[in-house]
T-cell receptor, first 115, second 115 residues
Framework: DSGVTQTPKHLITATGQRVTLRCSPRSGDLSVYWYQQSLDQGLQFLIQYYNGEERAKGNILERFSAQQFPDLHSELNLSSLELGDSALYFC??????????????FGPGTRLTVL | GDSVTQMEGPVTLSEEAFLTINCTYTATGYPSLFWYVQYPGEGLQLLLKATKADDKGSNKGFEATYRKETTSFHLEKGSVQVSDSAVYFCGLNQLANQAGTALIFGKGTTLSVSS
């Protein structure tokens, strides 16, 4: 158990809908990362937050957005969902940002299925 | 941009065989290098890491050496067990800017060990 929690574990929805994925980082970790894992794209970095502020952005679609709240939990919002958004979404956390040597600890993931 | 290339799987071995999973990277600067493992139905777990050239990361019998001259970080284990069956991801962590970082992963290599 990494100490990172994600809810829900599974999510099934329809095209055009909007969903919210939630992540709670390990105790003491200030930085949260979101990743998408799909069969065709592999594991891709989406976005990073540190202590409530966006710090780095990867291949995140404009239909997707995220935020980190004062209690440090983070939410990833996915809107106007398409079939291709079906994937496993991971959250990870680390103590600090801005250093390449820091270890990221991953949650168990949320499996999103868009029908 | 930065990228990681792993040998394609699946890799199928008998118990106690020697394992090598090749990983090479392309990056500017001096990234940290990681191997993560994903067991079925679970999130990613850090297996080992190396933060500078010639560093050797090791854990649970697995080893990998950061080779700057060949831009490689190959994963090895002298004697695999059935319990090592999983998907292995090579990754690099590069400073995306002065404040953020991004983990870039290879596509993953599936290892299947039979008794």
């Amino acid at each position: 158990d990494s100490g990172v929690t994600q809810t829900p574990k599974h999510l099934i929805t329809a095209t055009g809908q909007r969903v919210t994925l939630r992540c709670s980082p390990r105790s003491g970790d200030l930085s949260v990362y979101w990743y998408q894992q799909s069969l065709d794209q592999g594991l891709q970095f989406l976005i990073q937050y540190y202590n409530g502020e966006e710090r780095a952005k990867g291949n995140i679609l404009e239909r997707f957005s995220a935020q980190q709240f004062p209690d440090l939990h983070s939410e990833l919002n996915l809107s106007s969902l398409e079939l291709g958004d079906s994937a496993l979404y991971f959250c990870a956390s680390s103590v600090i940002a801005g250093t390449s040597g820091g270890t990221q600890y991953f949650g168990p993931g949320t499996r999103l299925t868009v029908l | 941009g930065d990228s990681v290339t792993q040998m394609e799987g699946p890799v199928t071995l008998s118990e106690e065989a020697f394992l090598t999973i090749n990983c090479t990277y392309t990056a500017t600067g001096y990234p940290s290098l990681f191997w993560y493992v994903q067991y079925p139905g679970e999130g990613l777990q850090l297996l080992l890491k190396a933060t500078k050239a010639d560093d050797k990361g090791s854990n649970k019998g697995f080893e990998a050496t950061y080779r700057k001259e060949t831009t490689s970080f190959h994963l090895e284990k002298g004697s695999v067990q059935v319990s090592d069956s999983a998907v292995y991801f090579c990754g690099l962590n590069q400073l995306a800017n002065q404040a953020g970082t991004a983990l870039i992963f290879g596509k993953g290599t599936t290892l299947s060990v039979s008794s």
